[in-house]
């Protein structure tokens, strides 16, 4: 059973940057196809991709927000790291880890399939 | 960047009620689509993946269809544990959401 659980602090300030941890269970991200991705909320609002890593460390970021964005993993704690700089208050949202659903098929071909696990979510405020 | 736009934004049905949502792509995104449904305070749920596969432990009443850039997902007949927001997602380069459709009571 795959579980994903975010970590990060509930308040932080304009300009600050804000650091979110995903501990997860059930695979590993040194497994060749595996990916995590992070993805956002604001309330009431759409889901907003943000950014993914690959089990190679391949990296991807929503081209909307690249300049501000950072994602890491360390396949040893089970975790991927996500930072955001420069806050704004409209950075304020729930904050979703995600594992990429896969099959890899004879010849190593992958075959993609959405985003079968979620974590919790964790809300982030940025207020003065 | 690929859009996806949902239709409608919001959509009133009645328990028993057959309902049709769509999603619709910007550009050909083959058959990677998938679809979420989201119930308040927590997080999204797989529905659907490559367009019309129905994942594990989702009630057959959910089916989809579509590919390219048209794709519709459709409830045969409302429980009142359907009522929630849907979203659709494209995975064919980097991933886009639509911007939801809340289904809600009548």
């Known amino acids: 059973q795959i579980t994903l659980k975010e970590s990060g602090p509930a308040l932080v300030k304009p300009t600050q940057t804000l650091t979110l941890t995903c501990t997860f269970s059930?695979?590993?991200?040194?497994?060749?196809?595996?990916?995590v991705g992070w993805i956002r909320q604001p309330p009431g609002k759409a889901l907003e991709w943000l950014a993914l890593i690959y089990w190679d460390d391949d990296k991807y970021y929503s081209p909307s927000l690249k300049n501000r964005l950072s994602i890491t993993k360390d396949t040893s704690k089970s975790q991927v790291v996500l930072t955001l700089t420069d806050l704004d208050p409209v950075d304020t949202a729930t904050y979703y880890c995600?594992?990429?659903?896969?099959?890899?098929?004879?010849?190593?071909?992958?075959?993609?399939?959405?985003?079968?696990?979620w974590g919790q979510g964790t809300l982030v405020t940025v207020s003065s | 960047d690929i859009q996806m736009t949902q239709s409608p934004s919001t959509l009133s049905a009645s328990v028993g009620d057959r309902v049709t949502i769509t999603c619709r792509a910007s550009?050909?995104?083959?058959?990677?689509l998938a679809w979420y449904q989201q119930k308040p305070g927590t997080a999204p749920r797989l529905l659907i993946y490559?367009?019309?596969s129905l994942e594990h432990g989702v009630p057959s009443r959910f089916s989809a269809r579509g590919s390219g850039t048209e794709f519709s997902l459709t409830v045969s007949s409302l429980r009142p544990e359907d009522f929630a927001t849907y979203h659709c997602?494209?995975?064919?380069?980097?991933?886009?959401f639509g911007q939801g459709t809340k289904v809600e009571v009548k």
């Open positions: 995600v594992h990429r659903k896969i099959t890899v098929l004879p010849g190593l071909t992958i075959v993609d399939g959405g985003l079968d696990s």
């Open positions: 059930g695979f590993s991200l040194d497994t060749y196809a595996a990916a």
């Open positions: 997602q494209q995975y064919k380069a980097l991933w886009t």
């Open positions: 550009q050909n995104i083959n058959n990677y």
């Open positions: 490559n367009a019309s």
